[in-house]
């Protein structure tokens, strides 16, 4: 069974960075895409960043957020730095078979749970 796990989410001060990690297993998602989205309070869920290989796609939060991804341990990572209270919200991972890198949440197949981060200000 395919699994997506994130971790370290917390509550931070803005201005400092966290590293949210997603486990994958049940499944090798080596070529996949793999994303990041996030949802708050009452909003939709936001497209982040996703790679696939050396293809990196995102522009919802510019030069501040950075995903990448180490094969040989099936997980991806979101660095994110310079984080402001509107970066608060549930951090989702997620994984697609499609062809391209997507922003769009119906076109990934697999979702972590989610884990919380919270900026104050």
């Known amino acids: 069974q395919e699994q997506l796990v994130e971790s370290g989410g917390g509550l931070v001060q803005a201005g400092a960075s966290l590293r949210l990690a997603c486990a994958a297993s049940?499944?090798?998602?080596?070529?996949?895409?793999m994303g990041w989205f996030r949802q708050a309070p009452k909003k939709e869920r936001e497209f982040v960043e996703a790679?696939?290989?050396?293809?990196y796609y995102g522009d919802s939060v510019k030069g501040r957020f950075t995903i990448s991804r180490d094969d040989a341990k099936n997980t991806v990572y979101l660095q994110m730095n310079s984080l402001r209270p509107e970066d608060t919200a549930v951090y989702y991972c997620?994984?697609?078979?499609?062809?391209?890198?997507?922003?769009?949440?119906?076109?990934?197949?697999?979702w972590g749970q989610g884990t919380q981060v919270t900026v104050s200000s």
């Open positions: 790679m696939r290989y050396g293809e």
């Open positions: 049940g499944r090798n998602f080596n070529g996949y895409v």
């Open positions: 997620a994984a697609s078979r499609t062809v391209g890198l997507s922003t769009a949440p119906n076109d990934y197949d697999w």
